[in-house]
C-alpha cells in the first residue's frame, strides 16, 4: 500500500510541474514577452494556468501564465511568488489560484522536467 501512495504522489507532481513541452512553451512564452531571459524554473501547472521562476544574474520574479488556445501567455511578473489573491485579480479563478499557490510554496516541482 505505500508504495502505491508513493507512486501516486510523484504521478501527481510530475503533472503539476508539467511536461518538458509545456516547460519549453512557457520559457518561449517569457523571453517573447520581454521579460529577463534566465533560467525558468521550477514551473507549476494547474490546469491552464501556470507559476514559473525566472532566475538570472540581476534579478529573480515570478511570473505567472495563463494557456489560451494552446498556447502559453504571460498575465504578469514580479519581484516574489504571488499568492492566491494576487493570482485572482489576473483573472485565475480561486480554487485553481489556492491550488496554484499551495502548490509553488510547497516547492513539489523540484527538479526540471
Not at 511568488?81 to 485572482?88: H, L, P, Q, R, V
Request: charged share 15%; with cysteine.
Amino acid at each position: 500500500m505505500p508504495i502505491l501512495l508513493l507512486l501516486t504522489t510523484i504521478a501527481l507532481s510530475s503533472a503539476v510541474c508539467g511536461s518538458a513541452a509545456d516547460h519549453k512553451a512557457i520559457s518561449a512564452a517569457i523571453k517573447r514577452h520581454g521579460h529577463v531571459v534566465g533560467t525558468v524554473f521550477p514551473t507549476t501547472i494547474v490546469g491552464n494556468y501556470a507559476d514559473a521562476a525566472v532566475t538570472s544574474a540581476h534579478s529573480d520574479v515570478s511570473v505567472l501564465l495563463v494557456k489560451k488556445n494552446g498556447s502559453w501567455k504571460v498575465l504578469a511578473a514580479g519581484g516574489g511568488a504571488y499568492d492566491s489573491g494576487t493570482m485572482e485579480r489576473y483573472g485565475i479563478p480561486a480554487a485553481t489560484a489556492t491550488k496554484l499557490s499551495r502548490e509553488v510554496q510547497q516547492a513539489v516541482c523540484a527538479s526540471p522536467p
